[in-house]
């Protein structure tokens, strides 16, 4: 059974905003050889503004700037 998307959106209304909120950024391979790259300081003020905008309170960031998206290698990753 497919669910309705209205029935996931709305399903927001029923979760509680001060419930830990994970966000996540992950390095632009344009950006790489930036260490904490621009890229990723873009994406927590925007997702910061988001949290404060909507009401989330209990939020933590999960910041991947070591490896990019493009790599497959995952041996590499410890």
């Known amino acids: ?12 209304n029923t979760l509680s905003l001060d419930a830990l909120t994970a ?4 390095l632009s391979v344009d950006d790489a050889n930036d260490g904490d790259s621009n890229s990723i300081q873009h994406q927590k003020e925007m997702l910061e503004r988001y949290c404060k905008e909507n009401g989330y309170t209990n939020y ?19």
């Open 1 to 12: 059974m497919i669910p309705n998307i209205n029935d996931m959106l709305s399903c927001r």
């Open 23 to 26: 966000l996540y950024c992950r």
């Open 60 to 78: 933590r960031f999960y910041v991947d700037d070591g490896y990019s998206g493009t790599s497959s290698d995952l041996t590499s990753r410890g």
